[in-house]
């Protein structure tokens, strides 16, 4: 076959179509949504395997176990903090354990380039007790993704790839290896996967039971490689990910290069771990993330009398993404000469809505009807809107996590705020936004949504969204809003008087009121012209 330039991302998607696919699943969230782009372009033009966008990542999880319950290979994808929406099925699918290879690729996101905070998935992976591949390079997202589904069937779990921004969104060569066929229909008759006590107890105890087996598995893996220096034993280095590429930037090749432990799995090798403590006198870790490694390396039996250095210790940043030029430090080499090759400096561009952008227009009408309140709060959520936190418009007060907006403005609402104003995007109120305005509705608490219906899922490139339009519309009264609260705006700046005059009778309406904001996306709008 012939090699192929690609993602990191797509490196994942291929090796999955490559492994038999038959169905995946994801919601956009960067540095992920490459993953599903790649999929959705190759099942419309090779109509073998089903990929689609999800409402949210929990659904995603559950449409992608469905596909394994029924003995077919599925792939989930979804960025790190999707994880803590899809925690529940996946932690509870390890104790039910998958038929057909259920995969699913989290893509963390260390230095928060697009997220708010930069948790290390590999924790989901020890605490659901399951098994994670993690790829230095591209070819190896590939080969991983597509071994992770022989893996899967193998063990009887789900199986995480875990990526990077770094290696999400770079490109290299991929050699690809010929299509597998897809699993067929093989139901799990006689398989416990009601969780019921008596089930879990007993399904639990499986689970234990097989720690032994994927121990076995990491410790084979061909993907971690020890390379002993049994001439100089002072410096060992234990690098996983792409963490070990920017160890290898550091030496030159064919030259000499201390003792080197490559971790491609997770459960950790032990095996291979000890051996490289045994022939060390320190052992230096370098990872991507939190000091993961390092802090397992610390409880393990056999790492006491040796020196171990890595994050804890200050010998690399606990926060942010490592680089080559961070590496060399920590191994104690002269920092890289500097090259100047003419002068690239850049206008600076720091992240602001697009000029024309609808939610502008929505911001300065709330900004104009809040000034005449004393106290008022706006709890804000995840979307392009999030920038309304920036000058000129400094109109939104919090935003925590996906759907938290309605939530956080019921609860300020009830500790006395007055206006308590959440503010959400359309897919982000599908996503999950829906529930706590139900609970909202049930209690008819005093406060004012605005869903700001752009028609897309803009932040992550124009992913279609499920909640805009009529349909929006029909949500909003089926949860149990009182339609004469549910007021619909279009945020131009010749409407600017009249949104005054609507958002402030909905904000002294004493009671649960909804204003959806409906404008398109400017940047998809113009899509759909140039198209
Ligand atoms: S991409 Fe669309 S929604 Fe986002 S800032 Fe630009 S115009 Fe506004």
Request: proline residues 5%.
């Amino acid at each position: 076959m012939k090699q192929e330039v690609l993602l990191g991302d797509e490196a994942v998607a291929l090796g999955a179509i490559h492994a038999g696919l038959s169905g995946g699943y994801s919601y956009p969230g960067t540095p992920a949504s490459e993953i599903m782009e790649f999929l959705i372009k190759h099942a419309e033009r090779r109509k073998k395997f089903k990929a689609s966008w999800s409402v949210n990542e929990k659904v995603a999880y559950e449409e992608a176990l469905g596909i394994s319950y029924s003995g077919k290979r599925a792939l989930v994808s979804m960025k790190h903090v999707g994880l803590n929406v899809a925690a529940d099925p996946f932690i509870n699918s390890a104790i039910t354990g998958a038929n057909g290879g259920l995969v699913v690729v989290v893509a963390d996101d260390p230095s928060m380039h697009s997220s708010q905070n930069e948790q290390d998935s590999r924790y989901y992976v020890q605490f659901a007790q399951v098994f994670c591949f993690e790829p230095s390079n591209h070819q190896e997202a590939y080969n991983m993704t597509r071994e992770a589904f022989d893996v899967s069937e193998k063990l009887g779990i789900p199986v995480m790839v875990r990526m990077v921004t770094r290696l999400s969104h770079s490109r290299s060569r991929v050699l690809p290896r010929p299509s597998r066929k897809q699993n067929s229909l093989r139901l799990g008759v006689g398989k416990d996967w009601t969780l019921l006590p008596v089930n879990a107890r007993r399904r639990f105890k499986i689970l234990l039971e097989k720690q032994s087996e994927l121990l076995k598995v990491s410790n084979e893996s061909r993907f971690n490689s020890l390379r002993l220096d049994k001439g100089d034993p002072s410096l060992g280095i234990i690098a996983s990910g792409i963490a070990y590429n920017y160890v290898l930037e550091n030496y030159e090749k064919g030259k000499s290069f201390p003792s080197i432990l490559k971790i491609s799995t997770y459960p950790l090798p032990e095996g291979l771990i000890l051996e490289l403590v045994n022939n060390v006198e320190t052992v230096l870790v370098v990872e991507e993330g939190y000091p993961f490694i390092e802090k397992s390396l610390k409880g393990m039996c056999g790492i006491r009398g040796k020196s171990l250095i890595g994050k804890l210790g200050g010998h690399l940043p606990l926060t942010g993404e490592l680089s080559p030029e961070i590496v060399r430090q920590a191994l104690n080499m002269k920092p890289t000469e500097k090259r100047t090759i003419g002068d690239f400096s850049l206008p600076p561009r720091p992240p602001q809505l697009c000029a024309g952008c609808p939610h502008a227009d929505t911001y300065k009408v709330l900004n104009k009807v809040l000034e005449s309140y004393s106290q008022s709060n706006v709890f804000s959520d995840i979307g392009c809107y999030t920038l309304g936190a920036l000058p000129p418009y400094n109109a939104i007060h919090s935003c925590v996590c996906m759907g938290a907006s309605i939530g956080m403005a019921k609860g300020g609402s009830e500790a006395g705020i007055h206006p308590s104003v959440a503010v959400i995007g359309d897919s982000t109120f599908a996503h999950s936004g829906l529930t706590p305005l139900l609970d909202a509705a049930v209690s008819n608490t005093n406060m004012t949504v605005i869903i700001l219906d752009n028609s897309t899922v803009a932040m992550t490139g124009g992913q279609p969204t499920y909640a805009s339009g009529d349909g929006l519309l029909r949500m909003i009264e089926g949860v149990g809003v009182d339609r004469e609260h549910i007021r619909v705006v279009e945020p131009l700046p010749k409407n600017f008087e009249n949104n005054v005059r609507i958002l402030k009778e909905e904000i002294d309406y004493q009671g649960l009121s909804v204003i959806v904001a409906v404008r398109e996306c400017i940047q998809e709008a113009r899509k759909k012209k140039r198209s």
